[in-house]
């Protein structure tokens, strides 16, 4: 019974320590499950590899190939026939008169229609745009995906990083907060400032959630464009955040790329150059197809074997395609106004990324890469003199706060010199 309450009453003041520790090892949990380590090299050909989405893109560029093959295949002849059935009572009479000739009619004819105007050579121009559409559209998914891949590898490192910080923050604060007890309990210091170091605790871990379920949708969508199933596995970036990246080619020259690279609006040029060939398309269909029809027909003639020529085609008199005709002549000046501010939005979204990369690759000079590394020596030394009682509570959790909020801006600093690359990157599609 003794030992019982003596338990009962350490667990009391120990469960606030214990807290600490148990959320100061995220990390560890992660290693206990099935661990990915990838490169972003990597990454992206597990990707290439096995994204469903990517898979089904391919299918519709291999559909609308096949139909380029379809728009160059002719069309079927047409046969019409006509046999006599019966006649005066007298059914299926077909055999040999007795002078010779034959008995009974029929009628056969082929037909094969012939396209004028070049039609089917424009049919086969509008199927190749269509497939190198799909190509485009094929080329913009991989573009997008890629890029939410590169995101999420980026927002991954930042936040393994933070959580790193964090733990040795924790790790500091559970023997804080047990020194200060082993000192509460001896009457040494107040109860506020224990109280203080404690919520200082709480709130680290508390941080600590809500980084750990940030943590957990950029793992569902990695390892969604993975196609990872398994929940037990827990994708891990090979290498750490990264503060250095250099300042690509000039401003111009990147405009200039895009304008050739560029998916999205070369997908805009496409639609355009689609809607010329269907006016055309659409201009030449005012002319009539000839349908030619070969035909035989025994006993229905003034000759009993008959071999004539047939030929037909619809005369122009009603329809002369014109509002098809208008309705292309709009879609091209519709499709041409859509592909100029496909152009310009381009080329401003190249500008503002450009601009926003040399901002922070700016605010990513030596002189703030060395100021952050004394910042953590004079951190580890702060530590030290709090305990050696050099330094009182309040000045130690001041620069404690400011510590952690200047490793949060490093890291977010380093996080948006990454994601300002690829923006400028995939925008630029290079």
């Known amino acids: 019974m003794f030992y019982k309450n003596a338990l009962q009453k350490q667990a009391k003041w120990l469960l606030p320590l214990l807290m600490p520790i148990a959320f100061c090892h995220p990390v560890a949990a992660q290693q206990k499950q099935d661990t990915l380590t990838l490169n972003l090299q990597q990454a992206e050909k597990v990707f290439i590899d096995s ?197 690509p080619d000039n401003l111009e020259s990147l405009i200039n790329t895009a304008l050739q690279t560029n998916p999205s609006y070369l997908l805009q040029q496409s639609q355009t150059k689609y809607q010329q060939q269907n006016l055309v398309y659409q201009k030449a269909l005012k002319t009539p197809d000839i349908t ?39 879609n091209i000046k519709q499709q041409q106004a859509i592909t100029q501010n496909a152009e310009t939005e381009l080329r401003n979204n190249i500008n503002n990324a450009y601009k926003k990369l040399a901002l922070s690759i700016e605010l990513n000079n030596s002189t703030q890469k060395d100021f952050y590394s004394s910042y953590t020596a004079i951190y580890n030394n702060m530590i030290d003199s709090y305990k050696q009682r050099q330094i009182n509570l309040l000045e130690f959790l001041d620069f404690f706060n400011d510590y952690t909020d200047s490793q949060k801006k490093l890291l977010g600093q380093q996080l948006n010199l990454q994601l300002a690359k690829e923006e400028l990157q995939y925008h630029v599609n290079r």
């Open 51 to 247: 994204n469903f989405l990517l898979l089904a893109q391919h299918y519709n560029v291999d559909a609308q190939k096949a139909l380029v093959e379809q728009a160059k295949v002719w069309q079927n002849p047409t046969l019409n026939t006509d046999f006599m059935v019966g006649a005066d009572g007298k059914y299926f009479q077909y055999h040999k008169n007795p002078d010779g000739s034959y008995n009974g009619q029929y009628y056969i004819q082929v037909q094969q229609l012939i396209l004028t105007a070049k039609k089917r050579g424009k049919l086969i121009d509008l199927a190749n745009t269509n497939a190198r559409l799909s190509e485009l559209q094929l080329q913009d998914v991989l573009r997008n995906l890629r890029y939410q891949l590169h995101q999420d590898y980026y927002n991954i490192q930042q936040q393994l990083a933070l959580l790193g910080i964090y733990n040795g923050q924790a790790v500091q604060l559970s023997k804080l907060v047990a020194g200060m007890k082993a000192q509460l309990d001896a009457g040494n210091i107040a109860r506020k400032d224990y109280v203080r170091v404690q919520a200082l605790s709480i709130g680290l871990q508390q941080d600590m959630v809500e980084l750990q379920k940030s943590l957990a949708d950029n793992q569902a969508d990695l390892k969604t464009l993975l196609q990872i199933k398994d929940a037990n596995q827990f994708v891990k970036p090979a290498e750490s955040l990264s503060g250095d990246v250099a300042m």
């Open 292 to 330: 030619l029809g070969p035909n035989f027909d025994r006993n229905s003639n003034f000759a009993p074997n008959y071999v004539g020529l047939g030929v037909s085609l619809p005369l122009p008199v009603f329809n002369k395609n014109k509002g098809n005709i208008k309705s292309a002549e709009a």
